[in-house]
């Protein structure tokens, strides 16, 4: 009736470009750059819902292949201003980076227990007791400049060098990956993505972890 224009016609019988194909778990680890000994970084935001899922992936990766634990780093965004920790949700993610990325630093046998709990509980004071926290230490490293937020800027610093804008963001042997090239966020998905950052691939990589998508909780980031 000439009150509509249709300026663009879609083919239905076109093929996919090359550039839209997806690209098989094994294409996308061949390309992966190698290491004797690899390093997965993972950039989060301790309140975000996604960054959170993706930390329960990390924990049961550690769980299951414990010997992957030495080669994951996860890592907080935020930024420093004026000697004072910011973050995207507010000051109670930022307070909680700073206490994740202390434990990290100054008690790391203790870090991925107390990650867990805090996964479960959004409880801090139940987490520090519960795993045995040194609670004496980790006050000195939250308190101490020269502790914790030089932790923290060392954090943030390598965060914007690879333009980590997202929570999570994964980097391996320093560069840029995508979980979903190798099965989405799931604990098998993220050990074959590690894995495949060795050079030659230990033994434990051969163990099979679930490959169930773990939900993220609501919220944004």
Same mark, same amino acid.
Request: aromatic share 8%.
């Given at each position: 009736d000439g009150k509509l224009i249709f300026p663009t016609?879609?083919?239905? @019988?076109? @093929?996919?470009?090359?550039? #839209? %194909?997806?690209? @098989?778990?094994a294409e996308s680890c061949s390309e992966q750059s190698k290491a004797e000994s690899p390093v997965l970084e993972v950039f989060v935001a301790s309140y975000c819902p996604y960054g959170s899922q993706m930390?329960?992936?990390?924990?049961?990766? %550690? +769980?299951? %292949?414990?010997?992957?634990?030495?080669?994951?780093?996860?890592?907080?965004? !935020?930024?420093?201003?004026? =000697?004072?920790i910011y973050s995207m949700h507010g000051s109670t993610e930022a307070a909680e980076n700073l206490r994740q990325i202390?434990?990290?630093?100054?008690?790391? *046998?203790?870090?991925?227990?107390?990650? &867990?709990?805090?996964?479960?509980?959004? &409880?801090?004071?139940?987490?520090? @007791? +519960? #795993? =045995?926290? *040194?609670?004496?230490?980790? #006050?000195?490293? #939250?308190? *101490?400049?020269?502790? !914790?937020?030089?932790?923290?800027?060392? *954090?943030? &610093?390598?965060?914007? &060098?690879? =333009? +980590?804008t997202d929570s999570p963001t994964l980097v391996l042997n320093g560069?840029? %990956?995508?979980?979903?090239?190798? !099965?989405?966020r799931n604990p098998d998905a993220i050990k074959t993505l590690l894995c495949c950052g060795f050079s030659n691939q230990p033994g434990s990589c051969a163990t099979h972890l679930s490959n169930v998508s773990v939900s993220a909780s609501q919220g944004s980031c």
């Amino acid at each position: 009736d000439g009150k509509l224009i249709f300026p663009t016609a879609y083919p239905m @019988t076109a @093929t996919a470009s090359a550039a #839209t %194909v997806k690209k @098989t778990v094994a294409e996308s680890c061949s390309e992966q750059s190698k290491a004797e000994s690899p390093v997965l970084e993972v950039f989060v935001a301790s309140y975000c819902p996604y960054g959170s899922q993706m930390q329960v992936i990390l924990a049961n990766v %550690v +769980a299951g %292949v414990p010997d992957l634990a030495k080669n994951i780093r996860v890592r907080y965004m !935020g930024q420093v201003s004026n =000697g004072t920790i910011y973050s995207m949700h507010g000051s109670t993610e930022a307070a909680e980076n700073l206490r994740q990325i202390c434990i990290r630093e100054e008690q790391p *046998d203790a870090y991925w227990k107390y990650v &867990s709990c805090f996964l479960n509980s959004k &409880s801090s004071p139940e987490c520090v @007791t +519960a #795993t =045995g926290i *040194d609670v004496t230490k980790l #006050t000195s490293c #939250t308190a *101490d400049p020269a502790k !914790g937020i030089t932790y923290a800027e060392e *954090d943030f &610093s390598r965060s914007a &060098s690879y =333009g +980590a804008t997202d929570s999570p963001t994964l980097v391996l042997n320093g560069k840029k %990956v995508s979980e979903f090239n190798f !099965g989405g966020r799931n604990p098998d998905a993220i050990k074959t993505l590690l894995c495949c950052g060795f050079s030659n691939q230990p033994g434990s990589c051969a163990t099979h972890l679930s490959n169930v998508s773990v939900s993220a909780s609501q919220g944004s980031c």
